[in-house]
């Protein structure tokens, strides 16, 4: 599944874009990854913790879901 497009203005990490990764299991939708600046981000960080519990990854969440949602 392609990555979600770029947000740069998440709260207290402004300067550097982010993307979500999303995966469907069974029908379910989950996180698989966070890019920063087009790299991977290291999933054992703190700051993976912070961006994927931010305002931006709960909207690219819904964005998919609703994306699938239409595809069924």
Known sequence: ???SREYDAISGFEGTKYA???TTVDGKLY???IW???E??????EEWT???DSD??????N???QGISEES
Do not use: H, N, R, V
Request: net charge negative; hydrophobic share 40%; glycine share 6%.
């Open 63 to 65: 964005i998919f879901a």
């Open 40 to 45: 991977p981000l290291d999933y054992t960080t």
């Open 1 to 3: 599944m392609p990555k």
């Open 36 to 38: 920063k600046d087009g």
């Open 56 to 61: 931006e990854a709960l909207s690219a969440y």
């Open 31 to 33: 996180l698989q990854g």
């Open 50 to 52: 912070s961006i994927k």
């Open 20 to 22: 979500f990764d999303f």
